[in-house]
C-alpha cells in the first residue's frame, strides 16, 4: 500500500491555457524535452528543425500551425510523473477546452508578453476559477520586444482579478534579452548552446552580489536596470504564500521564451514544488480519496473518427481513485435509478455535468469493456 501511495502522490496532472499563438504548444514541447521524453524539440510550424511537434499529430494542425483538440501527453522529470493536457487556444475550439479543464489538478497560464491578456484568455481564467483550479502564469516570448515588464503584472491584476509574485524577472526583451533573475536563488541565470531551441542547452548562474562579473556579463545599463528593478520589485511585489496559490488567490509568474528554452526549466521546477498531488473529487457520494481501492474515473472527453479508415471513438478519462489495468473491465453507468453503483460526474460544458462511472462489487454483464489506448490516461469503448 506504502509503494501505491507514493505512486498517487508523485503524480501532477495540469492543463496549458492562453489566447492563440501565445505559445503553448512550444512550451508543452520544451517540458518534454527537459523531461526527457523526446531528444529534439520540435516547432509549430516545423520550419527550423523539419520536426513538428508532438502534441500536434492531426495533419491540420501540421499544416496551420494551430492546436485544434486537446492532447495527453506524459513525461517523468525530478521523481515526477507529469501529466500534461495541451489545449486549443482558438475560440473555435474552447469547448474542448472546456472540457479538459475538468481533469485538471492546475493551470498554467501562458501569456503573450506583446500583447499581455486578451480576451480568449479572460473566458478561461473564469473557468479555472469556477472550477478552484490554482493558475501558474508564464509571460512568454521575452525574445520579442515585449511591454513593460511591471504593465504586464498590473495588466494581470486589473484585468483578471487575481494578485501576481514573481519568481523571477526577464532582463531586457528582444534582442536585449539577455536571461532572466532568479528572485529565490538571487542569481541571474543565462543559456547557451539550445541550437534554436532544439537542444536542453547549458545554463549559467551568475550571483547579483558579484556586481562586477554581473556588469561584464550583460552590460551596464542592463545591469543598472535590473538592481534598480530588483528593489522596487522586493519592495512593491506581494508576498508569495502557497496557501494563497492553491486557494486560487495568488499566482505566481515566470518570464521566458518557450522558442529559445530561456525560463522554461526554472518554470517547471517552481510549477513542480508548488502543485499538489491528486486531491479528492467530489461525488453524490462524498469525496472519493485517490487513494481507494476501488477504482473510479469520469470521462471529461470523447473523440471520433480520428483515424479515416476505421469507425473508432476514444474515451478520454481522469481516474480519480484505484488503478486502471490493460484488460480490465468498467462498468459506464447510465444516470438511471437502477443502477446500483455510484456516480461521478462528467463534463459537458463550463457548467453542465453528466453521469459516469466508478468501480464496485457487481456484476459486469452487458457491459461494454473498456480497455487502455495507447495514449496514457485514455480508454477505449471496444463495440
Known sequence: MSNYTEEIKRRRTFAIISHPDAGKTTLTEKFLLYGGAINLAGSVKGKATARHAVSDWMEIEKERGISVTSSVLQFEYGGYCINILDTPGHQDFSEDTYRTLMAADSAVMVIDASKGVEAPTRKLFKVCVMRKIPIFTFINKMDRDANDTFDLLDEIEKELGIATCPLNWPIGSGKEFKGVY???????????GTEKGTREGTATELPVAEEGRLREAIGDGAADKLLEEIELLDGASAAFDL???????????CFGSALTNFGVEIFLQHFLNMTTAPLPRKADVGLIDP????????????????NKAHRDRVAFMRICSGRFDANMEVRHVQHTPETSSACLTRGSSPSGTRSVCRRKNFSTRGSPPLRRSTLPGCGRWIP
Open 182 to 192: 532568479d528572485r529565490e536563488k538571487k542569481c541571474v541565470i543565462s543559456y547557451s
Open 243 to 253: 496557501e494563497q496559490v492553491r486557494a486560487g488567490d495568488l499566482t505566481p509568474v
Open 291 to 306: 487513494v481507494e481501492n476501488a477504482f473510479s474515473a469520469f470521462v471529461f472527453k470523447i473523440q471520433a473518427n480520428m
